[in-house]
């Protein structure tokens, strides 16, 4: 009988352990900033969170390659048409690394790409590829047999980045 208690005990910290380590590689980071910004949006919390995990891993001082930057990966063009948008006074690119700022804007440019695009695949290709790129393809048969859906996505950073969001995503909803 002790035996069993001590297994089971081992196991209840094992588990608590594991819990605590995937929570600490999938942070609720800024929840009140994503609160805030998803339902002013009508968008998911969860999606959010994945994002920014897929875009910066929760580093609000990233830049990418293309110098995209902050916790969403804005790019200096988004930001720009973003802030003459919601009217952000004396606005500098150097304001995309203030965290409330970048997630404001980035759900922002979510919501004008649900507006555009209705689907969640298709709005992830096009944050993450291009609105562009992403209208070119629903009008190519070799991409999209009804217009209406992706049945390729022609890039495969895109196609990796749809698997990575969407896994992201699943993990915020078991673990928030």
């Known amino acids: 009988m002790k ?6 005990i081992s196991v209840f910290i094992a ?9 600490a590689v999938y942070p609720d980071k800024y929840s009140d900033y994503i609160r805030q910004y998803s339902e002013k949006y009508d968008l998911d919390p969860y999606l959010v969170r994945a994002i920014i995990k897929a875009e910066s891993n ?9 110098n ?7 790019s200096e063009i988004t930001g720009e048409w973003a ?19 970048n997630i404001s804007i980035g759900c922002w440019y979510l919501s004008v790409l649900y507006s555009e695009f209705g689907s969640t695949d298709l709005v992830l290709a096009a944050y993450n590829a291009g609105s562009g790129n992403v ?7 070799k991409f999209s047999s009804d217009g209406r859906n992706l049945d390729k996505i022609p890039f495969k950073e895109t196609e990796r980045y749809l ?3 969407k ?8 673990l928030y």
């Open 3 to 8: 035996k069993a208690v001590i297994l089971l």
């Open 15 to 23: 588990l608590e352990m594991a819990y605590i380590a995937v929570k």
């Open 58 to 66: 929760y580093n609000p001082n990233a830049v990418s390659r293309k």
């Open 68 to 74: 995209a930057r902050g916790l969403m990966q804005i």
């Open 83 to 101: 802030a003459q948008k919601l009217n952000i006074e004396n606005y500098t690119k150097e304001m995309l690394f203030d965290v409330e700022t």
């Open 135 to 141: 209208s070119r393809w629903l009008k190519d048969k």
């Open 163 to 165: 698997s990575k969001v």
């Open 167 to 174: 896994n992201n995503y699943k993990i915020y909803k078991i």
